[in-house]
């Protein structure tokens, strides 16, 4: 039902790049035996412990000294170990670019993150180079960097249990929208009523308060159903980030803020022309919604301001790794 934040996971991916490096380059350099090489078979036992320890590993396999494929095992959707459709044996790779940079290294070489052409997902391709009796191969593994991402930060048993929460989101607004439409149906029928027997000219000048005062309320439950079914369903949120959250306040709030105006200028009304004598209520209400512009406005400025030193300091981190990583090379 929704699609993939690649600009999120991107992000994330630069914020952790050193992390991710070293955590697949052990990886790959701790199967990466020359024996492979001779007992391809070997390959699938291989890959269950991989997927087993680093369940964001989706792909491994092997390329012969021509960039050749001999042999693809791979994660199906429970999670267990097969071969991969043998979609890939016997594929000419000679012309990737891990191949190449592998082949002219002795080093791990890892990928810039990509689109997999299998799931459409962000992924990064690992390359070890193997040597075993003569015989010359490389060992490739290919993560799913999203999976991997949630890995390190510990919200793998979160991304488990979104789609239960996803639906229960996607109930409750079903209900407010329901609700909203009972309420929409109520204040034009209404309308139609005192149309069809205006009655007393007193009683036809309030009718029209009272069905603007429940179209409001079914225009407030209306949005919030919305904001709710938008942010929670529909687009792929990232927890981590304050300005997901920030945002998705603003909206709560702002549908508030819109219904409370509204009640409080229509109590105005009917107090000028004397139908009501809560004034008091309504220049309260008014004052109140006020304040909330105020503070919701001081909230999102605040949390921007905290958000841009947050990436400031990131920014600047990841300058300093990559410095230190230079010169250690």
């Given amino acids: 039902m929704h699609s993939a934040n690649y600009i999120s996971t991107i992000d994330r991916y630069h914020e952790q790049s050193r992390s991710i490096r070293e955590l697949i380059e052990s990886i790959i350099t701790g199967i990466g035996e020359p024996r492979l090489l001779s007992d391809p078979s070997g390959l699938r036992g291989v890959t269950e412990k991989l997927i087993d320890l680093y369940p964001f590993v989706d792909l491994v396999y092997l390329l012969d000294e021509d960039g050749v494929q001999v042999a693809e095992y791979g994660a199906d959707e429970t999670g267990h170990v097969n071969r991969a459709h043998g979609q890939g044996r016997g594929v000419d790779r000679s012309q990737r670019p891990y191949f190449k940079r ?42 799913d960097l999203e999976a991997m991402i949630s890995f390190l930060l510990g919200d793998t048993m979160r991304r488990r249990v979104e789609p239960f929460f996803r639906g229960l989101y996607a109930l409750f607004a079903a209900a407010m929208l329901l609700v909203a439409g009972v309420l929409f149906y109520s204040s034009m029928s209404e309308l139609v009523h005192a149309l069809m027997e205006p009655g007393w000219a007193s009683e036809l000048q309030l009718k029209p308060f009272e069905v603007i005062v429940v179209l409001t309320l079914a225009m407030a439950i209306f949005d ?72 919701l406005g001081l909230y999102v400025y605040l949390g921007a301001l905290a958000e841009k030193a947050l990436l400031g300091n990131n920014g600047r981190s990841r300058r300093l790794r990559n410095v230190r990583d230079k010169e250690e090379h």
Avoid: W
């Fill in 224 to 295: 919030l159903a919305k904001t709710v079914f938008e942010e929670e369903v529909l687009l792929e949120k990232d927890v981590h980030r304050h300005s997901t959250v920030r945002r998705t306040m603003t909206r709560f709030v702002a549908a508030i803020l819109v219904a409370i105006l509204i009640e409080g200028l229509l109590t105005m009304f009917k107090v000028s022309m004397g139908y009501s004598d809560q004034g008091v209520t309504a220049t309260l209400m008014v004052f109140a919604a006020a304040a909330l512009l105020v503070a």
């Fill in 102 to 143: 592998a082949a002219e290294s002795e080093n791990v070489h890892l990928t810039e993150p990509y689109l997999s052409a299998a799931s459409r997902d962000l992924c990064i391709s690992a390359t070890v180079r193997l040597e075993h009796g003569g015989k010359v191969g490389y060992l490739v593994i290919d993560v």
